[in-house]
């Protein structure tokens, strides 16, 4: 009912490139979607989140696409940066979060 | 703006010994959670707080763990015989609560380190 698994475990891409990660979860009650963005040694970070009643939600390069049916979302980065090379986390919520495994993402100059 | 602060940043104990990592939420926030984070692994949920009593804990919160909030600002986690296991970095997060993004947002501190030798 808890578990959440995201895809890809890790992922290189060259600048400007788009990566794409993928979340999927069980438990029906989540009633938020964030995506976290953690560097080493920090915190994790909120990037952007979505609420269950919306499709896609984008803010500045980053897009988020929810199904719900699917019990699915995705993260997209649009014109990736090398400063964007972190690991990202999905973490739906229903109260807490439950953080999938993370993604290393790291954008190639 | 507003952050979580931390401290310490890291602590190392031997086996066996009492911690208490503190943590100062951001200051109108209500709802209070202690994550962890094991080298390399995801970050898993420990327990939240909310209106000066648990709210929900995770089965890694037994009888060891203990939170507190001793005052208006500090929330504290406290593991009273440290197993080499409990080795992670600690992470504490507030949010402000009611509905909405604002609300359900969850901030994170920067972490302590717990090394257990």
């Known amino acids: 009912q808890q578990q959440v698994k995201q895809s890809p475990q890790s992922l290189i891409v060259q600048k400007g490139g788009i990566p794409i990660i993928n979340c999927a979860y069980e438990?029906?009650?989540?009633?938020?979607f964030p995506w976290y963005q953690q560097f080493p040694g920090k915190g994790p970070a909120l990037l952007i989140a979505?609420?269950?009643?919306?499709s896609e939600k984008k803010e500045g390069r980053f897009t988020i696409s929810f199904n719900k049916s699917a019990k699915q979302f995705s993260l997209h980065i649009m014109d990736s940066q090398p400063g964007d090379s972190a690991t990202y986390f999905c973490a739906p919520q229903g109260g807490k979060l439950i953080f999938g495994q993370g993604t290393e993402l790291s954008v190639k100059p | 703006e507003p952050e979580v602060t931390q401290t310490p940043s890291h602590q190392v104990t031997q086996m066996g010994q009492e911690v208490i990592l503190r943590c100062v939420p951001i200051?109108?926030?209500?709802?209070f959670y202690w994550y962890r984070q094991i080298l390399g692994q995801k970050v898993e949920f420990l327990v939240s707080?909310?209106?000066?009593?648990?709210?929900?804990k995770s089965e890694i919160f037994d009888d060891q763990f203990s939170v507190e909030r001793p005052d208006g600002s500090n929330f504290t986690l406290k593991i009273r015989s440290t197993k080499l296991e409990d080795s992670a970095m600690y992470f504490c997060?507030?949010?402000?609560?009611?509905?909405?993004?604002?609300?359900?947002?969850?901030?994170f501190g920067p972490g302590t380190r717990l090394l257990v030798l």
């Open positions: 438990n029906t009650a989540f009633d938020y």
């Open positions: 200051s109108n926030h209500l709802y």
């Open positions: 997060a507030s949010r402000v609560g009611g509905r909405g993004e604002r609300g359900e947002t969850q901030y």
């Open positions: 979505i609420r269950p009643d919306v």
């Open positions: 707080f909310y209106n000066n009593e648990i709210s929900e």
